[in-house]
């Protein structure tokens, strides 16, 4: 935010690194939403855990699987960690 003194940006950036790793997940929220598109487009099966399943990232998955032959399994409720798989459509016969 303008204005913000980079002493707050710096803590609250060091407080978000702090959670995400209490997690043990394997992907932040802003990049779990992002990795869907090439999950879908890797060959055979492609898993991961983020920290937390949000909306961005279960509208992506609805999207991606409109276009591409695929079914995401997801685990774990919206707003809490979660897991999600996928077989690429890479390799596979269309």
């Known amino acids: 935010a303008r204005g913000k003194p980079a002493e707050q940006v ?7 690194m702090k ?3 209490a997690t ?5 929220r802003h990049l779990a939403d992002q990795i869907i598109l090439y ?4 060959e ?13 990232l279960l509208t992506n998955i609805w ?7 695929v079914k995401f399994e997801i685990s774990g409720q919206m707003g ?8 690429g459509v890479a390799g596979s016969e269309q």
């Open 10 to 16: 710096a803590a609250e950036a060091a407080q978000e």
């Open 44 to 56: 055979g099966l492609s898993s991961l855990t983020t920290e937390c399943l949000t909306s961005h």
């Open 39 to 42: 999950a879908a487009l890797a």
């Open 63 to 69: 999207v991606v699987e409109q276009f591409l032959p």
């Open 80 to 87: 809490e960690q979660g897991a999600i798989r996928v077989r």
């Open 19 to 21: 959670t995400f790793l």
């Open 24 to 28: 043990q997940a394997a992907v932040d």
